[in-house]
């Protein structure tokens, strides 16, 4: 076992967890996994697991010959620009959006994948009225469509999310945010 590169598939592994998954469909799968694996059996699972995507997913040195190595070493390629931290964030004008406040942050282990998902699916929003997050420890700034924000924030705020009951309001301007700081 080649450690280092392990690490970096692991690495890898975690990254496209917060980045790339559908957290509703990862959920439907660890509840499947909680159940039909015992508690003290379950690191062995995932290390079994673990063990078998990092034999399957390392880039090999041999020249691609097959296409679906070729599919594997795109889809690679594609996870490299993401990992370069070039953001897929979807900027709005000032002029046409509104910045709303989330009561929950990185404490809770919010990602903007997650935001996303959370609005897409309890809202009629769809992806491209949703432009830059900014995750702060105890909270969160999620940058909407002005038109989608009074619906966004009727139905989250209140709703459970995390643990917590969720507030979700306009944030205030940023020279009050300054001020205050």
Known sequence: MDKEKAKRNLEAVMDKIHTET????????RKLFKKEISLFRRS??????FMYYDKRETPSAK???SSAEKVTNLKNTKFKKQNDKQPLEITLSEEESKRLFFSIGKNRRLFPREVITLIM??????????????????YSFVQVRDTKADEIIEKLTGLRFRGRTL???????????AEEN
Do not use: C, F, H, M
Request: charged content about 25%; hydrophobic content about 40%.
């Open 22 to 29: 559908d957290i509703v469909q990862l959920s439907e799968y």
């Open 63 to 65: 020249p691609v010959s």
């Open 121 to 138: 699916t309890k809202t009629s929003t769809p992806r491209e009225d949703i432009g830059i997050i900014r995750i702060l420890d105890n």
């Open 44 to 49: 062995w699972a995932a290390a079994w697991l």
């Open 167 to 177: 507030t979700v309001n306009y944030a205030k301007p940023k020279a009050a945010e």
